[in-house]
């Protein structure tokens, strides 16, 4: 691979990064306020609080992919502790419930199925 294909590469791949946390930014945005609407201020803090949190696992992934092949291990227990952190905190609150703050993690996966979706239809 030359050096301007792999330039190429690096830029698309960080394209696709910003895409995919703009799009979960976007998507827990328009979600938290849609279920604000329709279900109240409780279980929409509890939706936009997974979402946050979901969006700075993604984060963390995203570094963690950009340094492969590096010594650091440390980001994939980071990443678990912060998703059984929501959990725990959404179960011992009275603010948060465990079934919309998971649904909200869980959005940048909605994110990754929008964009292959999108990448699919193209072709």
């Known amino acids: 691979m030359t050096s301007q294909q792999l330039a190429d590469s690096m830029e698309e791949y960080n394209r696709l990064k910003f895409k995919l ?3 979960t930014l976007a998507a827990g945005v328009v ?3 849609v279920v604000w609407i329709n279900y109240g201020w409780q279980i929409s803090l509890s939706y936009g609080v ?3 949190v979901g969006l700075v696992y993604f984060r ?3 570094k963690s992919v950009d340094s492969l ?3 650091s291990n440390r980001l994939g227990f ?3 502790g912060l998703f059984v952190l929501l ?3 959404a179960a011992k609150s009275d603010q948060l419930q465990i079934l919309p703050a998971f649904f909200g993690f869980m959005t940048y996966k909605a994110a990754v199925l929008a964009i292959i ?3 699919l239809s193209r072709t």
């Open 21 to 23: 946390l703009a799009f």
């Open 117 to 119: 979706a999108q990448d």
């Open 69 to 71: 092949g590096g010594e």
């Open 31 to 33: 979600i938290t306020l």
């Open 78 to 80: 980071a990443r678990l």
């Open 60 to 62: 963390m992934l995203t």
């Open 87 to 89: 959990m725990a905190i």
């Open 50 to 52: 997974g979402a946050l």
